[in-house]
């Protein structure tokens, strides 16, 4: 029944910045903690930040002080701002709850950093 849908993603410059959506289906974002993961070719999905229902806030150390995860309860949406790319930050990112479950992943926006 949960549909999460990821948006924003797109082609930048090392130094540049986008801003990704993450809508739901259903009423979730003031419930559960959530969260964007990315995943690289090759590599393991990985937690990037998460955000709790009050508020607090975690960030895994390569992203932290360039992204910023948020919430909008009314529009039950999640946002991930990400500043200064580079061009590890290469992946399909998604949303989900933290922790996450399996059955709600999406098709996920693809971010490309060229150098």
């Known amino acids: 029944q949960v549909q999460l849908v990821e948006s924003g993603g797109g082609l930048v410059q090392t130094g540049g910045s986008l801003r990704l959506s993450c809508a739901a289906s259903?009423?979730?974002?003031?419930?559960?903690?959530m969260g964007w993961y990315r995943q690289a070719p090759g590599k393991q999905r990985e937690l990037v930040a998460r955000i709790t229902n009050t508020g607090i806030t975690n960030y895994v150390d390569s992203v932290m002080g360039r992204f910023t995860i948020s919430r909008d309860n009314v529009k039950n949406a999640v946002y991930l701002q990400m500043n200064s790319l580079k061009p590890e930050d290469t992946a399909v990112y998604y949303c989900?709850?933290?922790?996450?479950?399996?059955?709600?992943w999406g098709q996920g926006t693809q971010v490309t950093v060229s150098s």
């Open positions: 989900n709850i933290f922790p996450a479950i399996r059955s709600f």
């Open positions: 259903g009423s979730i974002v003031s419930i559960n903690s």
